[in-house]
């Protein structure tokens, strides 16, 4: 079965670990992993208005997912000296986990929108959304209802099943719980407070409806292509 990883996500490695070319795997040599680092935003901090504002942005791409980076790679440093230690495995496998997801869901997140929205998707993609949901209306009003309903904090995820082959859509509590392994995240919505309380507050539904205007629809229809091609 297909791993979940950066290629498979449509994103260039470049996105998820600042720099570097996607795996070098000619010759069957082995891959050399790289750092995890914050990638920069597709766009200015500003091009999302009045969808979310400048401040939004700066706040969750500056420290949220930067927190997120930072901590999956202390995480790492600490799991090198922890390994043999049954006593600390538990909180570090949780703290991988969570930053981990945390780091790689926003990065799709950010790629989610564009700015200015998208037409709804055609070709493949919109082929697969109409078997899959029923119509592209079905498949809005789920993705709409997943996420102005996950409980506390989380997402609504859009990806890719390849066991069924099939579109699914799934809400995440926190970063990485309700998950189904091997699903190949396609679009994301970020459903945090940080994500929208400065100038949403309690109104996620009013949020939500905005982030359905502005999807990357072409960037997600890439994803999809490379999620199906295996
Ligand atoms: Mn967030």
């Known amino acids: 079965m297909k791993t979940l990883g950066v290629c498979a996500m449509g994103l260039a490695a470049g996105e998820l670990v600042g720099g570097g070319a996607m795996g070098q795997t000619g010759g069957g040599a082995l ?3 790289v750092p995890y680092a914050l990638p920069p935003l597709p766009y200015a901090y500003n091009a999302l208005q009045p969808v979310l504002s400048e401040e939004i942005l700066k706040l969750h791409h500056d420290k949220h997912h930067a927190g997120y980076v930072a ?25 991988l986990a969570f930053h981990g997801s945390g ?45 102005k309903s996950v409980e506390a904090s989380g997402w609504a995820v859009l990806g890719y099943e390849p066991l069924g082959r099939r579109l699914l859509v799934l809400q995440s509590e926190k970063h990485q719980n309700l998950t189904i392994w091997g699903i190949v995240p396609l679009m994301v919505c970020d459903v945090w407070e940080h994500a929208y309380y ?8 009013d949020y939500v409806d905005a982030f359905m ?14 999620a199906i091609a295996g």
């Not at 600490?78 to 230690?85: C, W």
């Not at 790689?104 to 989610?112: A, G, K, R």
């Not at 629809?217 to 292509?225: L, V």
């Open 198 to 205: 400065l100038q949403y507050q309690n109104r996620r539904a």
């Open 103 to 147: 780091h790689v869901l926003h990065t799709l997140y950010w790629n989610s929108m564009t700015p200015g929205g998208s037409a709804a998707p055609a070709g493949p993609l919109g082929q697969a959304i109409d078997r899959d949901f029923g119509s592209f209306k079905s498949f809005a009003a789920q993705f709409s209802n997943a996420s």
């Open 31 to 33: 891959p050399a992993p």
């Open 71 to 95: 901590g999956l790679n202390k995480t790492l440093e600490k799991l090198q000296a922890a390994r043999e230690d049954a006593a600390q495995i538990t909180a570090l496998s949780r703290d």
């Open 213 to 226: 205007k502005v999807i990357d629809w072409p960037g997600t229809a890439k994803r999809f292509a490379e």
